[in-house]
């Protein structure tokens, strides 16, 4: 059954993936530009917040920042001003990232999605990591099905409104054909 349209995450555009274009497959090719995603997901965030939690340098930051904007990743919201009265510029995920597709485009993605992984999970610490593993041995057909329907109850997941009072988690999936 479909969730009402009030109950559905305003972030996560709605409608089939597409094929993204090679702008955004290269800015996708970042682990911190998938971390300042994740970050701003559920918030927004001005350049400097972003650096401050991603312990980076806010110059660099502004790089990664402006070519998310720049392929429609992150938007600018409306500016506001600071405690000690700058000009800041918040910015907001659009969702975008979930909607498109690299596929066969030659890119970095996989290794930055393992990477802002990696990175995530060295900042929370280990301790805090739920994983799990498993092997399979599946005719093609079945390997598909099961890719589909993981893929299925992500999409579901990541159109659902998000609780302002909910605790943040992140979800990372890979699958890969063992060497015989």
Known sequence: MAEPESAR?????????????????????????????????????????????????????????????????????????????????????????????????PTRRQDALLEAFLEEVAAVGQARLQSSRLGLRLPPEQIEEFRQRLFELLDEFAHRRMDPDGQRWSVYLGMHPESE
């Not at 702008?23 to 650096?51: D, F, H, P, V, Y």
């Not at 700058?86 to 596929?103: C, D, F, I, K």
Request: contains cysteine; charged residues 25%.
């Open 9 to 105: 995450h305003p972030h996560v555009p709605d409608g089939e993936r597409r094929p993204a274009t090679e702008a955004q497959a290269r800015a996708l090719a970042s682990g911190t530009r998938l971390r300042i995603l994740r970050l701003c997901l559920s918030e927004s965030l001005t350049n400097k917040e972003i650096a401050t939690r991603l312990r980076k340098h806010p110059a660099s930051v502004l790089h990664h920042v402006r070519t998310l904007v720049d392929t429609g990743f992150l938007a600018a919201e409306p500016i506001r001003r600071g405690s000690r009265g700058a000009r800041e510029v918040p910015y907001r995920a659009t969702g975008l990232s979930w909607m498109v597709e690299l596929g066969d485009q």
